[in-house]
């Protein structure tokens, strides 16, 4: 079995698959990240850093569902909004490392 069928095993409800659905910001934070970054020059985020980062940002946003094939009756959420939950994550872990700075 393929790592993405196993993915999709683990997003079924029965014979239901739940596997496409997904939050419409999470596309956004990513389209955004690079720009948001360039703001703080002096801060060289590494994996770690991106991955808190891409999380919290999407934890300060309202979530925003969608499933292939579906309408979207509500609009996205601005692009401002996003970037200023990045702007805040960034801040958040620049403060708060996951990791220890000595080397």
Excluded: C, W
Excluded at 3 to 28: A, P, T
Excluded at 37 to 59: G, H, V, W
């Amino acid at each position: 079995m393929s790592n993405e069928d196993k993915l999709k095993e683990k997003y079924r409800y029965g014979s239901v698959s739940l596997y496409r659905i997904r939050n419409k910001n999470e596309q956004q934070v990513i389209q955004n990240l690079d720009a948001v970054l360039r703001e703080f020059p002096d801060f060289q985020p590494n994996t770690l850093d991106i991955q808190d980062i891409y999380a919290l940002a999407l934890n300060k946003l309202p979530p925003h569902y969608k499933q292939e094939a579906s309408i979207v009756l509500s609009e996205s959420t601005p692009r401002e909004t996003i970037r200023q939950a990045l702007r805040e994550a960034v801040e958040k872990v620049r403060a708060n490392p996951n990791y220890s700075n000595e080397a």
